[in-house]
Nanobody, 125 residues
């Protein structure tokens, strides 16, 4: 089992940057595929980015490609989401999630096993 705690959210102007962190408990962090999702008020939770446990292959939603970068530091049990060129439509609660399955459906939030509590990101115009 793993517990996840996000940090780094806040209020930023359009065009600005934020770096989210997701710290995991336990000694098996490197065995989890990790994902970032977001949910805006009145909208479904959507996939943002993901990073594999094997070779740190990364995946991005089209809406954030080229602006966001996901990375992980297994020595620190932490996954990061660097968000640049932020837009008002990026406003949402951002959550990290861990997947331990043998087949990884990285876009499917229902497939993830563990979730953090989320951190609010607000981008003003």
């Amino acid at each position: 089992q793993v517990q996840l705690v996000e940090s780094g959210g806040g209020l930023v102007q359009a065009g600005g940057s934020l770096r989210l962190s997701c710290a995991a408990s336990g000694r098996t962090f490197s065995s989890y595929n990790m994902g970032w999702f977001r949910q805006a008020p009145g909208k479904e939770r959507e996939f943002v980015a993901a990073i594999s446990r094997t070779d740190s292959t990364t995946y991005y939603a089209d809406s954030v490609k080229g602006r966001f970068t996901v990375s992980r530091d297994n020595a620190k049990n932490t996954v990061y989401l660097q968000m640049n060129s932020l837009k008002p439509e990026d406003t949402a609660v951002y959550s990290c999630a861990a997947d331990s399955g043998s087949i990884w459906y990285f876009r499917e939030h229902r497939r993830y096993d563990y979730w953090g509590q989320g951190t609010q990101v607000t981008v003003s115009s």
